[in-house]
């Protein structure tokens, strides 16, 4: 698998990953990269269960509540 190149700004660096990640379930197993996908997933999700904070709190800090 090739390593995945730093472009020269923020919009590079993201399409080289989708190129790279692209690359990567089309020369893996879906057992391989489905799994790690999950794992991505579920982190967020505990992340977000686990965070206190009021949607009405978030909203204001967001600027979208006053």
Same mark, same amino acid.
Do not use: C, H
């Given at each position: 698998? &090739?390593?995945?190149?730093?472009?020269?700004?923020?919009?590079?660096?993201?399409?080289?990953?989708? &190129?790279?990640?692209?690359?990567?379930?089309?020369? %893996?197993?879906?057992?391989?990269?489905? =799994?790690?996908?999950?794992?991505?997933? %579920?982190?967020?999700?505990?992340?977000? =269960?686990?965070?206190?904070?009021?949607?009405?709190?978030?909203?204001?800090?967001?600027?979208?509540? =006053?």
């Amino acid at each position: 698998m &090739k390593k995945l190149k730093p472009g020269k700004d923020n919009k590079e660096d993201r399409m080289n990953f989708v &190129k790279y990640w692209a690359n990567y379930i089309k020369n %893996n197993p879906d057992e391989v990269w489905s =799994r790690q996908q999950n794992i991505l997933i %579920n982190s967020q999700i505990k992340n977000a =269960r686990d965070f206190k904070l009021s949607k009405e709190t978030y909203l204001k800090i967001k600027g979208e509540l =006053r």
